[in-house]
């Protein structure tokens, strides 16, 4: 009877400790996981982080070529300016000494004016360029942010399950040196029953 309870007590704990192996083992591949996914988000964190700095150089950049192109304007309407001071467009255009000055003063007018209007119009476009990129940049910031959170939150988590991996860990060498003990027991136990049956 005591070497059947002894099998028995050694049969449970056996089972026991190849049910926490495979907890162990299951939660192994789950930090395994979780480690590899906060890579991942880290790697994307890194690349928008470039693309970011990028796209500020950009603006940056864009940013140089409104500043540039209204400097150009202002000069070019303060030059119209200065030439219509004084002298209207007709009197500069009937001023010519010939028909073909007139064409040329009158081609040179028209050229003038579409310039002016050419130089607005990339003005205009540069700024729409340039507000279209502050919106991508501030699209990717806030990409970046949601995979910090996510980052900060898969931290958390891996952390969680390393705790109960070393609370298993724990628990499973418990187990192991009950299994010894146990061992222990039921070797004594039979050594026991063999000294009364040899009495």
Do not use: C, H, P, W
């Not at 303060?78 to 028909?99: H, Q």
């Not at 040179?108 to 119009?121: D, F, N, P, S």
């Not at 991508?136 to 109960?164: A, D, H, P, T, W």
């Amino acid at each position: 009877e005591k070497i059947a309870e002894a099998e028995k007590i050694l049969s449970e704990t056996r089972g026991k400790k190849k049910n926490t192996l495979g907890q162990l083992n299951a939660l192994n591949q789950r930090i395994s996981t979780q480690e590899d996914l906060i890579s991942s988000i880290r790697t994307e964190m890194y690349l928008l982080s470039d693309e970011i700095e990028e796209t500020e150089e950009i603006i940056e950049s864009l940013s140089q070529d409104v500043e540039d192109l209204k400097e150009e304007y202002a000069a070019m309407v303060y030059s119209a300016y200065k030439a219509n001071s004084g002298l209207n467009k007709l009197t500069f255009l009937f001023s010519s000494k010939s028909f073909n000055q007139f064409l040329r003063r009158l081609k040179y007018m028209e050229q003038y004016g579409e310039a002016r209007r050419i130089q607005a119009e990339q003005i205009i476009k540069v700024q729409e360029t340039l507000t279209d990129q502050i919106i991508v940049i501030q699209s990717k910031v806030s990409e970046k942010n949601i995979l910090l959170s996510e980052n900060v939150e898969q931290s958390k988590s891996l952390e969680r399950l390393k705790k109960n991996q070393g609370n298993l860990v724990a628990n499973l060498q418990k187990q192991e040196n009950q299994l010894k003990k146990d061992l222990e027991n039921s070797r004594k136990a039979v050594a026991k029953l063999d000294e009364l049956i040899d009495k």
